[in-house]
Each structure stands twice: as C-alpha cells, then as structure tokens.
C-alpha cells in the first residue's frame, strides 16, 4: 500500500463522481455526444448555465425550433461558480406528459477536464421537454423547453375572450353570484395555459373552470392566455358586481379572535403573537372580514395576522353580511416581548461506563453506556444521539447497554432547541465473555437502522426484541434458503411472534412482509448462502460509493476496473451493510499496464466512513480502523505482497508465489472473531490473528493501535492507487459466518 499525497483540488469531483455512480448518472448523455467542442455544427445553439445557486440555472432557453440542436451546457467560474459545485441538466423521460426522445444527462462542474463546459448533438422534435438536475438539494433547477414545427417559428398570441353569466337585477348587478367563463384559442403552436386574477392586486393563478364569484360588491377579473411557443396574449378584463338576494336577513355577523404563541411567565407572547378571526352568518353569509393593527387602517382579513413588534398592542376587527349588516368592532389585546438573546452555545456533554471489568480492564459479559448533556445557551437540549461502533447515529433515550464480546465505541452528540451541535465525543472499552450472562443467541449480526431484507428496504426501525436480538437477525436473509416460500414462511413465523410480543405492529409487520415477498431470497441468485453484492450491472454497482481519490469505472463485461481515468489514494466502499464474522469472495485480476504490477488491496472491518469523529479523509477511516488484506505482486517496492494483512501480518513473494498478470484469480477472505484467512484460488496463503491486540508492525507514527480500534465488525471495500496500478473486480459475494 503506498500513499499518495491529498488533493484538495480534486475534492468536488470526487465526491461528485462517487454520487453521480450511486445515482446512476454519468457525465456523457446517452443521446448524442457531450465534448469541450463539437465538430459538426447543429442548426440552432441553445445554451445553459448554472453558478453557485443551487435552486435555479443562472440561464435557460424557452424556446426552440425542431430539427439538430447543440445544446451547450457551462457550470464554470465565467458563467459564477465559485464554489466548485457539481450540476447537471438532464431531460426528463419518464413522464408521458413531455417529449421523451432525447435522453441528455451532462455532469458538469469547474473542476473537471472541460473546465465546466460541455456540448452535446441532439435532434428537437414539436412538444415540450422538461430538464432538471439530478443532483439532490437542487430540486427547483428546473424548467420547460417548448420546441415548435421548424421552418419559421410561433410569433403570434392567443386570442382570448370572457363572458359573465349569472341571475341579474334591474341594474345590471348579478344577484348572489357570478360566473366568469375564459376561453382561448391559438393557430400557431396553442394554448399552453390560461390564468387569471381577481382585483388590481390579486396573484395570477392557473385557469382550469369558470370562475364563481359570490362576494357582494363591484370586481374586476383579468385574464391572458399564453402559447406553446411563449406567446403571452395582452391582459383584458371583465368588470362587474355582484349584489345580495332579496332576505329578511337583519343580524350581523358573530365574530371572535384568538391570539397564539409562546408566552413568557408574565403572558407576553415572545418575539410574535398570531392573531386568528372568524367570523360565521347564519342569514345571508359573510361578505366580509377586516382587521387593523392598533391605529392603523382597515384592512381585509384573509389569513392569521402576525404580529412582531415588541410592546402592548390592540387588533381590531369586524365583519359584515351579504345583506349589508356590520358587526360591531371588536378587538384582542396582548403585549409581545422581545425574544431573548439567540443562544450559540452548544450542550455539553459527558459519559460513563459501568460494569464489572477483568484484570485487563475489559467489562465483563455487558458495559452500560450512561449519556448525559447540559445546555448553558438558554434554549435547552432538544435531542441526545449515539453511534455504536461506526453506525448511523441513533436517539438516546437511556443507558445504552452492549453485550457483545469485542472492541467497541460509542460516539455521542447533543443539540439545544436553538439548533447548536456540540462537537461528537467518543468512548471506547471492550467487553469480554466472562460465562455469566451470555451474548445473545442471535442467528446473524445486524446492526442497521431499518429492517432490510436482503437488498429491500421495509423502512421499519431494527429494533431490539425480548431476546436481545435485533429484528433483521431474526429474519435470517443471509442464510441459505432451498425456495422463496420457504424462507416467507419462515419470515411470517418471526413476525407473527413479534406482533404478539408487541415488538411491531400491524402495519410494520406488512411491511415487513413485503419486502420479504419483494426480496426473492431462496429463488435464484443466491448459492451456497453467499449473497452476491457486486454482480456488474449498473443497479448493482449504483449501492456502492467512492471515496477519497481516484475512481472505479464500471465495464461491459461486468467487471470494475480503477486507476483508469483518475488516480489518487481512495476507496470504493459497500455502505449498505455491515459484517461481523464472514466469508468473502470475489474475483481480481491485474491489468497493470507495461511489465509493472497494480496495487490495490480489500478494506475489511472499517466503521462508517462519514462523520468518523477522528478521521476527516474518509478512506482513512479503512486504513486506519480496519485491516487491509494486499494485493500486490511487484517484486521490488513494499515489503506485504497479495495476501499479507497490511502493516500486520507480512507475506512476501516467496511463501505465496507471484499472481500470473491478466487472469482472473479467485480471492477469499474468511474472518472469525479476529482471526483471518485468506486463500487466493483455492490455496490458504496467509493465517492472522489478532485476538492478542497486535499493532502495526513496524510501528507507524499515525496507527490509533489496536486498543478499541480494530472492530468486531464493519464495512467493506476496495482501495484504488494511482492510474498505473490498474486492477479489477467481479463477482463479490459475502456470507456471514
């Protein structure tokens, strides 16, 4: 293993790619071709851009021609990026509502070879394309292309027209209500929408149905209409009013007021008091509502008033029937107070540990985990959270207690109800098997968040059930199955207990057992227990992330190959599960280019990569907290050749023999509690064991050691050197032992 210096320059593009593979995406349209420059000029150019907002493009194109396009699409430090962030424009084909005969999807961001800016040879056909960026926070970097039949484009408006219809009196006046029907018509492209609004003020809103109007007075609605080309008609309007039914309807309006928010100890509302009307009419109805703040000028009520000034204040409202019968003004008095300093200060926190210890200061069949956290800031701690040993972070709710023998650590964290995290604290210990309370007899180790079956997400938390065992150990996917109705007949048992004993609910144990139905355990695609993790397709490789530098690139023969385009010191990584004693398989072989051989090597036992309260380069986490089974068969260079346990465990060419280039090799790694196997083609040519606590050796000045750091479970991966040490991967599959 050599490593490489960091490159902070090639941070965003890194995390970008590694994203973009979990999304499915990639750089290059499918349709047509994506470079710095085409060579074959299209009949019309159009043109996006996009800078540091992340919620729209910083220009677009609204309309086009039909015919051979070249789209041009520039994220760059000239178009205003200046943060480096990746976007990308992608054409939306998935919705039958749009255009979907043009699949574009460019990836585009300052750093990369192009400097942002990329090109790609489409052909537009009449209708309306719909483009997006797929990278997660930009959900409104989106619009419409309206594309018309080329050879001269839409230029003229809709014409548009309304008609009032309604039971009229002698004046003119509609009686109770009126009816505003908007019709439109376009020769050219068509009509896109219609809208419209009520008053000189009101909101332009989208026309679906003739427009009732019930309020008694005079009103104006206005109305446009806009093509498929763009084409906005001038704004026109219809005038009228509207006038009561003849009643007998004498009695104004009840109304009342209720005043909202949060109160100090004196009863002032602090930093805003919402204020609510309503106002009910049994006779006529209600015409109207209207409110003014303190001394100020009527105004018509329409939702809650908010109210943010500090001091005593005075709402005063009133209302009036159809029938022309006011209600007399009321009001709602209250004071608002200034809210206290904002708070910045971050909880404290602490933990202790409690148990019975050995002479080795292990803890003796369980530890307690006690948490605690204080907030000087004035706000209060809002919510406590732990990780156990690299997982997701969870709620604390009380005592954690551990039972399982090994290296653990937990990493905890509060924030305060003004949103101030403090910085994560950990505490790490071990706990050993002492034949007293023993370890729970659970069928498999799984520590996950929800309960997944197999590759299905079921989206119920993996609780703990009455035997101490968690809800996804029990449903044993990991195990051999002979058929798929064997193992959901297996699956319902376990449920059906559960739901009795109180641990789900119905509705958890449906789904459940959907995902269960969904996951096709016990069908094809599983021998010998070995679930396969990595199998070549895109939807396979999509589930595992990159890391750090270099990259891996997915090929057609269903292989992943690294160091092919980018180099680096990184890790392509598995998050989706997490193992404790197991076998794995895969298959490598080394395509190093010239008479050289690649370096790379399986990361094994590694806690969750992002957020490590110790480590900011998340391939370190591997390196540091798990152990590196080498692939490497140069003869000169590092001393730990294919098969050594790096920095651990040292196999030179001589005892192993040196891997034939350019064939595939079969590699299994089999870990049990802490001892290692590893068997290269069938042949064991390494045997490790760690259970004594061994560190590096020779010694490194930056190895945390062995004391809590090296895990009982964990992670997944595989390491990617440099663009010389090429070297890929097929057919992963893993077994929990």
Not at 317 to 342: C, H, W
Not at 420 to 430: C, D, G, I, K, L
Not at 572 to 579: A, V
Request: charged share 20%; hydrophobic share 35%; aromatic share 8%.
């Amino acid at each position: 293993m050599r490593v490489r210096r960091r490159r902070a320059a090639t941070l965003w593009t890194a995390l970008s790619a590694a994203l973009l593979m979990v999304l499915g995406l990639t750089s290059t349209p499918a349709f047509g071709r994506a470079d710095a420059g085409a060579s074959t000029a299209a009949a019309q150019v159009l043109t996006w851009t996009a800078g540091d907002d992340i919620t729209t493009y910083a220009s677009v194109p609204r309309t086009a021609v039909a015919g051979p396009t070249t789209i041009v699409f520039e994220n760059s430090a000239a178009t205003g990026n200046t943060t480096g962030m990746p976007h990308t424009l992608t054409f939306d084909v998935s919705d039958p509502e749009y255009n979907n005969d043009v699949q574009l999807n460019i990836l585009a961001n300052p750093n990369d070879g192009q400097g942002g800016r990329h090109t790609a040879e489409v052909t537009l056909t009449p209708g309306r394309y719909r483009y997006y960026c797929t990278m997660p926070g930009h959900e409104q970097m989106q619009g419409i292309l309206v594309v018309t039949e080329g050879g001269g484009s839409d230029t003229t408006a809709p014409e548009t027209s309304a008609a009032v219809s309604g039971a009229r009196d002698a004046q003119g006046a509609y009686v109770g209500s009126a009816t505003v029907t908007v019709s439109a018509t376009d020769a050219g492209s068509g009509v896109d929408r219609i809208e419209y609004a009520n008053g000189d003020s009101g909101a332009w809103q989208p026309y679906t149905t003739p427009v009732v109007v019930d309020q008694v007075g005079a009103h104006e609605i206005r109305y446009r209409a806009i093509d498929k080309a763009g084409n906005t008609a001038a704004e026109k309007s219809v005038t009228f009013s509207v006038v009561a039914p003849p009643t007998n309807d004498t009695t104004p309006p009840q109304t009342s007021a209720t005043v909202s928010g949060e109160r100090d100890a004196d009863g002032a509302y602090i930093g805003m008091a919402t204020v609510t009307v309503s106002a009910s009419d049994t006779g006529s109805g209600v015409n109207t509502v209207e409110y003014a703040v303190d001394s100020g000028a009527w105004q018509r009520y329409s939702a809650p008033v908010m109210v943010h000034a500090p001091g005593v204040h005075k709402v005063r409202y009133r209302a009036t029937d159809k029938a022309g019968n006011a209600a007399a003004e009321k009001s709602a008095d209250f004071t608002v107070a200034a809210p206290p300093a904002s708070d910045t200060t971050p909880p404290v926190t602490g933990v202790t540990v409690d148990g019975t210890r050995n002479s080795n200061g292990a803890y003796v069949n369980s530890a307690k985990v006690t948490v605690s956290a204080t907030d000087d800031g004035g706000s209060g701690v809002a919510t406590t959270e732990y990780s156990l040993d690299g997982g997701p972070y969870l709620a604390y709710t009380g005592p954690v207690s551990v039972d399982r023998a090994g290296a653990h650590t937990v990493v905890y964290r509060a924030s305060d109800k003004a949103g101030n995290t403090s910085e994560p604290r950990s505490v790490s210990f071990t706990v050993a098997s002492g034949g007293g309370v023993p370890a729970p007899d659970c069928p498999e180790y799984d520590e996950r968040l929800t309960v997944i079956v197999g590759t299905v997400d079921s989206g119920v938390p993996n609780r703990v059930t009455n035997k101490r065992c968690r809800i996804n150990e029990l449903i044993e996917d990991e195990k051999e199955w002979t058929s798929h109705a064997l193992f959901l007949k297996h699956v319902r048992t376990v449920l059906a207990k559960l739901l009795k004993e109180g641990v789900i609910d119905p509705r958890e144990y449906d789904g459940i057992d959907r995902a269960a139905e969904r996951s096709g355990i016990g069908g094809p695609g599983q021998t010998d227990g070995y679930r396969t993790i990595f199998d070549g397709s895109q939807a396979s490789f999509a589930k595992w992330e990159q890391v750090g530098g270099g990259s891996f690139a997915l090929n057609a023969d269903g292989s992943v190959t690294s160091g092919t385009s980018r180099g680096g010191l990184g890790m392509l990584w598995f998050p989706q599960r997490k193992y404790g004693d197991f076998s794995l398989k895969l298959q490598w072989r080394d395509d190093a280019p010239g008479t050289g051989n690649a370096n790379s090597g399986v990361f094994v036992r590694f806690p969750w990569v992002h957020d490590h309260p110790e480590e900011s380069r998340p391939e370190w986490v591997a390196i540091k907290y798990g152990h590196e089974v080498q692939v490497l068969d140069r003869p000169d260079g590092d001393m730990y050749k294919t098969g050594s346990v790096y920095g651990f465990d040292r196999v030179g060419l001589a005892g192993a023999g040196v891997t034939q280039k350019g064939t595939w090799n079969d590699y299994e790694i089999r870990v049990v509690d802490q001892h290692y196997s590893v068997y290269r083609n069938g042949v064991l040519i390494n045997e490790f064991d760690n259970s004594g606590g061994q560190d590096f050796s020779p010694p490194r000045s930056d190895d945390p050691g062995t004391d809590g750091r090296r895990f009982a479970s964990g992670y997944v991966g595989l390491q990617v050197h440099g663009t010389t040490d090429v070297i890929s991967y097929r057919d992963i599959r893993i077994k929990e032992l």
